[in-house]
Nanobody, 126 residues
């Protein structure tokens, strides 16, 4: 059973930066689609970014492209999301997800994964 634990959220002013981390354990496959999705109160889930651990291929939502960077540290089994130039509309609960199957733009956009963590809150004030 894959377990994911997010950390790194917090409150920042617009234009600031945060780095989210996702510690993963319990892998049973050699490659996964790992990603971040977010959900704000009253809004639908939004896929933010994803990375395929086998090749390092990355996918980003248009709303974060150029501002957010997803990366992985295989030695630490940790996924990261570096968020720069944050905007108030980035405010949401951010979740880390993992799935052993398909990793493509559709997976990233859907924000749907077999496994996900408890989330970490990001609040951006204007």
């Amino acid at each position: 059973q894959v377990q994911l634990v997010e950390s790194g959220g917090g409150s920042v002013q617009a234009g600031g930066s945060l780095r989210l981390s996702c510690a993963a354990s319990g892998y049973t496959y050699s490659r996964y689609c790992m990603g971040w999705f977010r959900q704000a109160p009253g809004k639908e889930r939004e896929g933010v970014a994803a990375i395929y651990t086998g090749t390092g291929s990355t996918y980003y939502a248009d709303s974060v492209k150029g501002r957010f960077t997803i990366s992985q540290d295989n030695a630490k089994n940790t996924l990261y999301l570096q968020m720069n130039s944050l905007k108030p509309e980035d405010t949401a609960m951010y979740y880390c997800g993992a799935d052993p199957l398909v990793c493509d733009i559709e997976r990233m956009t859907s924000g749907e994964y077999n496994y996900w963590g408890q989330g970490t809150q990001v609040t951006v004030s204007s």
